[in-house]
């Protein structure tokens, strides 16, 4: 967790992973691989292109693609509106990838957590370990 002098906050999550950032990237744009790790999305790895991520939960985040850097970074909002400024998130994801001399090294950051969404950091810093669980698996299974 980082404190931001916005006074958001920021879940940070970072992994070795033992695969090229090739076959990363491909598992963090194709749509039917995202819908394996993370949610179903209409995702398409284009600066500008909105889409959206349909939760288990039944929830819809609303993104829009920031950053697209092949195979080293991409970054999109991630929001969810809310009548409720606690769940009322307005985000930013970005994941970055480093190669390393065992694969890659693998960064999440997800800021703009504000002081009264206690409830939504904590689930993102418990759910970000899981849908990294999940693409590590996945990763695996590919191999």
Known sequence: MNEVSTGTRTVVVEREIPHPPEKIWRALTQPHLIQEWLM????????????????????????????VEPHERLSYTWNYPHEDAAYNLKSVVTLTLTPTSKGTHLRMEQTGFRPEQNQAFHGARHGWQGFLEKLDAILAAEA
Not at 40 to 67: A, M, T
């Open 40 to 67: 179903k999305s209409d995702f398409q790895p284009v600066v500008g292109h909105r889409f959206n991520l349909r939760g288990e939960w039944g929830g819809v985040l609303d993104c829009e693609v920031l950053i």
